[in-house]
């Protein structure tokens, strides 16, 4: 009897070990999709297959963002998700009115269409520009119609929003190490600091004064660079990031004959930093050791006469320090090659398409970009659109 209760237990324990790996499985996958059901009734086919590391496609792609303007773009590299801001309007800035509209998220393996997330409704209104914390997958927006940082939780479809200082129009922002962000605000001539975790905000005015910061990046040693936008400005700002937001902003000459309007900004592997001018149709090169700027001209021949000819909008370096650009009023996207000081453009198709702020360089040097308006062209994809080219489609 005592031998038969003995076999009777491990049986039963057997059983139990060889279900246990399934309930586990199953508990997982609750614990991972549940808070989603609340945007999907199930996992779309696209976002499955990014969990299971797609390959990316090795051909160029181009895919309808569905009329909403496409402005700044986000990867998500970790997770392999590209996300798309959607304002919905042509900003000068801002929006001249505020709504709110949606963030899209796409699969990095081939693009496709995986899920719309409307902002809802209320005080949120147009996103510009994105940031995905790496290490949750949460995507923070700047919101300039409503003086707001907005933040996506993608897991469980959950929007959280902080507000700056009315008027403040925050626009272009960052991540830094500990998870605080860090953005532009054009109207207010600062720089704002969120801490996501305690709500804390800070808002630093430039050293000069009616600067409209614009773009934002982080360097290769963590430091942080702004460009400065107004007209009769010519500069770009620098600090180093603090836990508690109190910062000394440095700022940095570009252009002594003040005609340069620096807009977006990236740092290169070697620690230069670089800017876009806007209507002058140059990138300009600033060396932070000596100080010194150097500038390149890379607009094409003008596709739009009489004046509609160039403005020099996205920037991004990719690892081999390729410095990667595009002229939304030429429509064209291309690279320059420091070490040789060429560049290498290629024209859209329809030069209205207006590539303009999204631009983004994958660590495997794809390159992704938006066309704010796209191409109305007969036989080509219609309206505003997400693009991808592998490394080496443009040579």
Same mark, same amino acid.
């Given at each position: 009897?005592? %031998?038969?209760?003995?076999?009777?237990?491990?049986?039963?324990?057997?059983?139990?070990?060889?279900?246990?790996?399934?309930?586990?499985?199953?508990?997982?996958?609750?614990?991972?999709?549940? !808070?989603?059901? %609340?945007?999907?009734?199930?996992? $779309?086919p696209a976002e499955q297959d990014e969990s299971q590391k797609r390959a990316q496609v090795s051909s160029p792609l181009q895919v309808? &963002?569905?009329?909403?303007?496409? @402005?700044?773009?986000?990867?998500?590299?970790?997770?392999?998700?590209?996300?798309? =801001?959607?304002?919905?309007?042509?900003?000068?800035?801002?929006?001249?009115?505020?709504?709110? &509209?949606?963030?899209?998220?796409? /699969?990095?393996?081939? /693009?496709?269409?995986?899920?719309?997330?409307?902002?809802?409704? #209320?005080?949120?209104?147009?996103?510009?520009?994105?940031?995905?914390?790496?290490?949750d997958g949460h995507v923070f927006f700047s919101q300039p119609n409503s003086d707001a940082i907005g933040m996506l939780s993608p897991?469980?479809?959950?929007?959280?929003?902080?507000?700056?200082?009315? !008027?403040?129009?925050?626009?272009? $922002?960052?991540?830094? *190490?500990?998870?605080?962000?860090?953005?532009?605000?054009?109207?207010?001539?600062?720089?704002?600091? $969120?801490?996501?975790?305690?709500?804390?905000?800070?808002?630093?005015?430039?050293?000069?004064?009616?600067?409209?910061?614009?773009?934002?990046?982080?360097?290769?040693?963590?430091?942080?660079?702004?460009?400065?936008?107004?007209?009769?400005?010519?500069?770009?700002?620098?600090? &180093?990031?603090?836990?508690?937001?109190?910062?000394?902003? *440095?700022?940095?000459?570009?252009?002594?004959?003040?005609? +340069?309007?620096?807009? $977006?900004?990236?740092? /290169?592997?070697?620690?230069?930093?670089?800017?876009?001018?806007?209507?002058?149709?140059?990138?300009?090169?600033?060396?932070?050791?000596?100080?010194?700027?150097?500038?390149?001209?890379?607009?094409?021949?003008?596709?739009?006469?009489?004046?509609?000819?160039?403005?020099?909008? !996205?920037? /991004?370096?990719?690892?081999?320090?390729?410095?990667?650009?595009?002229?939304?009023?030429? =429509?064209?996207?291309?690279?320059?090659?420091?070490?040789?000081?060429? =560049? *290498?453009?290629?024209? %859209?198709?329809?030069?209205?398409?207006?590539?303009?702020? !999204?631009?983004?360089?994958?660590?495997?040097?794809?390159? @992704?970009?938006?066309?704010?308006? #796209? +191409?109305?062209?007969?036989?080509?994809?219609?309206?505003?659109?997400?693009?991808? @080219?592998? *490394?080496?489609?443009?040579?």
């Amino acid at each position: 009897m005592h %031998l038969d209760r003995i076999k009777k237990h491990i049986s039963l324990l057997s059983l139990f070990l060889l279900l246990l790996p399934v309930v586990l499985t199953a508990c997982s996958t609750s614990d991972g999709q549940g !808070g989603n059901q %609340l945007a999907s009734s199930r996992v $779309l086919p696209a976002e499955q297959d990014e969990s299971q590391k797609r390959a990316q496609v090795s051909s160029p792609l181009q895919v309808s &963002t569905r009329n909403n303007g496409p @402005w700044g773009i986000a990867l998500d590299e970790a997770r392999g998700f590209v996300w798309v =801001a959607e304002p919905g309007c042509d900003p000068k800035p801002p929006c001249p009115s505020a709504f709110p &509209t949606k963030i899209t998220k796409f /699969a990095m393996a081939d /693009a496709s269409f995986i899920q719309d997330f409307p902002e809802p409704d #209320g005080k949120y209104s147009n996103p510009f520009f994105l940031a995905v914390n790496p290490s949750d997958g949460h995507v923070f927006f700047s919101q300039p119609n409503s003086d707001a940082i907005g933040m996506l939780s993608p897991d469980d479809n959950r929007f959280q929003q902080w507000h700056t200082t009315t !008027g403040s129009t925050p626009y272009d $922002l960052l991540i830094d *190490k500990n998870g605080n962000v860090w953005f532009t605000e054009y109207n207010s001539n600062s720089i704002g600091f $969120l801490n996501p975790k305690t709500g804390k905000i800070v808002e630093t005015p430039t050293p000069t004064a009616g600067t409209q910061p614009y773009g934002i990046t982080l360097d290769p040693k963590g430091n942080i660079w702004f460009a400065e936008n107004a007209k009769g400005i010519a500069q770009v700002g620098t600090f &180093t990031p603090t836990a508690n937001g109190s910062i000394s902003i *440095k700022e940095y000459p570009i252009d002594g004959t003040l005609r +340069s309007q620096p807009h $977006l900004i990236t740092a /290169a592997p070697n620690g230069h930093i670089w800017v876009t001018e806007g209507f002058l149709g140059n990138i300009t090169e600033l060396d932070p050791a000596t100080g010194t700027p150097t500038h390149y001209k890379v607009a094409s021949a003008c596709r739009r006469p009489p004046d509609n000819c160039t403005h020099m909008s !996205g920037i /991004a370096a990719d690892k081999d320090g390729n410095i990667w650009f595009s002229d939304s009023l030429n =429509a064209t996207v291309g690279y320059f090659v420091p070490s040789k000081r060429i =560049a *290498k453009i290629q024209p %859209l198709t329809d030069p209205n398409a207006h590539p303009h702020d !999204g631009l983004v360089v994958q660590s495997n040097g794809s390159v @992704w970009f938006t066309e704010q308006f #796209g +191409s109305l062209l007969p036989g080509e994809l219609q309206g505003p659109a997400l693009v991808m @080219w592998p *490394k080496g489609t443009l040579k």
